[in-house]
């Protein structure tokens, strides 16, 4: 029996440019994990393969798989449905494949609920780390506008609490640097190399 | 205030090569970390130098400094002491630089107890691994010899729980490669991460 490969979830606020980071770490040659294609019933847009970009499915299709809990995490936006199906995912992990999803913050929890076993990562806006700066700096910027940006920095790092993993998107190459060691850092830890130490001494 | 410091133990079966490794980690260039010198009451060896290979201190300074609580961790072994003095090591860390102890797995233990924020990192000996091979291929060891191997790989298996990470030392340098990830990417941990931000909006 070959081991189970990692769930990595890669997420991030809206806006933080995950989907620049996921396809640069796709494009990176020493990447060893599966993409998990998400589930959408928006329209398909012309250049966009069935399969590769989504799989497009009609809305009847999209909650016959909600209700048959079908789908690892789903959510509502703009009235168009997006999620992962299930079957892939654990399909791929079982093959001892690691799988890799870009997910919103909120299908995020979901997934973590599910699958605490996770490695769990948060892309970070570089605007967190500068955000002392940039406010002491900006005397331009009315005090609304500050609490605005405190207010939401404040619920970045309170979403970032329920992660493994917090990587600052200051530079997508540097970025990317820092979760491809993660991933291969997280095959060395103990809880999931035991099982197989231990599988191989009963098999003895 | 800087960053406190990743308290880095290095630690594994005595025989599994500790040493080997960790003097291949310093020699590499990209390591980022202090190394914690021991302390020891056994004598001194010609070419041996005081601060560097050990801090050499008698049994009476030794017991001394136990008695006082200055001992992160100590042990005894062939009738001296060996140990880690807390001192050095709680102020590097304070510096927000990274220290580096390889002890014994008793020391580790101890370490544990007192700073469970630690990265506690298991090296395996590769007879783990090969374990299988070598006891359905060598027809010609005795079950008593096949008994003896069965119960330290066992005993080294239960000792690996009390690790965050597991790494072969196989290859000398790949093991020092999977070190240096495994601590490049621990940097990352929300739980490392998250104070930071924290602190940060505080001071606005």
Known sequence: MSERGLLIVFSGP????????????FENENHQFEY????????????????????????????????NGEMLEYAEYVGNYYGTPLKYVNETLDLGKDV???????????????????????????????????ITNRGTDSEK???????????????????????????????????????EAEHFRVERVIGKYRRMLEKL
Chains 1, 2 share one sequence.
């Open 36 to 67: 998990s294609v998400s589930m959408t019933t928006r329209k398909q847009r012309p250049g966009e393969v069935d399969g590769v970009d989504y799989f497009f499915r009609t809305k009847e299709e999209f909650e016959t798989m909600i209700k």
């Open 145 to 183: 506008v500050i609490n605005q940006r405190m207010k939401k920095a404040r619920e970045e790092i309170e979403m970032m609490q329920v992660y493994d993993y917090a990587v600052v998107n200051d530079e997508v190459d540097l970025a990317v640097a820092h979760i491809m060691k993660i991933i």
């Open 14 to 25: 809206s806006g933080v440019g995950k989907g620049t980071v996921r396809k640069a770490i």
């Open 100 to 134: 890799f999803l870009e997910i919103e913050v909120q299908g995020a929890l979901q997934v973590k609920e599910k699958a605490p076993d996770g490695v769990y990562i948060f892309l970070t806006p570089p605007d967190l780390i500068e955000l002392r700066e940039r």
